[in-house]
């Protein structure tokens, strides 16, 4: 692409809605529907001589779904990891405090507060200095293990949407991979996997590290243009409040590897 194509393209990436559903807390809130709230249909009988006219009631309150990305800088990944870098900061800018960016290869690089600020290119160059492995290897499994036990507990509380965007090639144990992408799976609500080399039409899911994460992936989908990301922007908004039915035992998908 030419200059201006590319500038362009930064452009629409940046400007892309993003807007997740919320999720029903379990915090109650005065309402006209829901459940009765007997303490305070009491209290408001007490004004009328202890006389009941009307039941008081509470519905839950909704909170915004947080979304967590993983994103792989690899050596493999490196002609999108442009495009990829300005996809997180038009994704964190759009849902404010309520997504947390991490960028891997070999280690694990928390990069949301880099991301943040109001100048695109400024953020760019802040994750530049931070990011220790840019365009080296990959080790997803132990990456993942980091974030599950470092992070996890931490940003995945609130039912978290996961996405994870790696072209699948990992120099690591693909058991590991394989046993860390199931504790990923239990701990959210929905996991979706983006690889940019599904928007070719012969690629096939060959390699050891994709095997071995795609039975407790939610959603495998292409991450190679723009229509592609404006599909994830309107899947996201339509994921459905409850958690999917995942049928794939974890122990079966080990023995498999």
Known sequence: MTAEEIAE???????????????????????????????????????????????????????TRPVVVLADI????????????????????????????????????????????????????AMARSVPDWSGGTRIGETLKAFNFRWGRRVLSGGAIVIVVSDGWDRGDARLLAGEMARLQRSCHRLIWLNPLLGSPDYEPLTRGIRAALPFVDDFLPVHSLASLEDLSRRLEAVPERRPRRRQSARAALEAV
């Open 9 to 63: 393209v930064e452009r629409m990436i940046t400007n892309l809605v993003w807007n997740p559903p919320p999720r029903r807390a379990r915090r109650l809130k005065p309402g006209a529907d829901g459940v009765a709230d007997l303490r305070r249909t009491l209290r408001r009988s007490l004004r009328r001589g202890g006389e009941v006219f009307e039941w008081a009631r509470r519905d839950r309150t909704e909170k």
């Open 74 to 125: 690899s050596g493999s990944m490196e002609r999108y990891t442009r495009l990829l870098l300005l996809f997180l900061y038009g994704l964190v800018q759009a849902l404010d405090r309520r997504v947390e960016a991490f960028l891997f290869g070999t280690r694990l690089t928390r990069v949301t507060r880099e991301l943040s600020g109001r100048d695109p290119r400024e953020a760019l160059d």
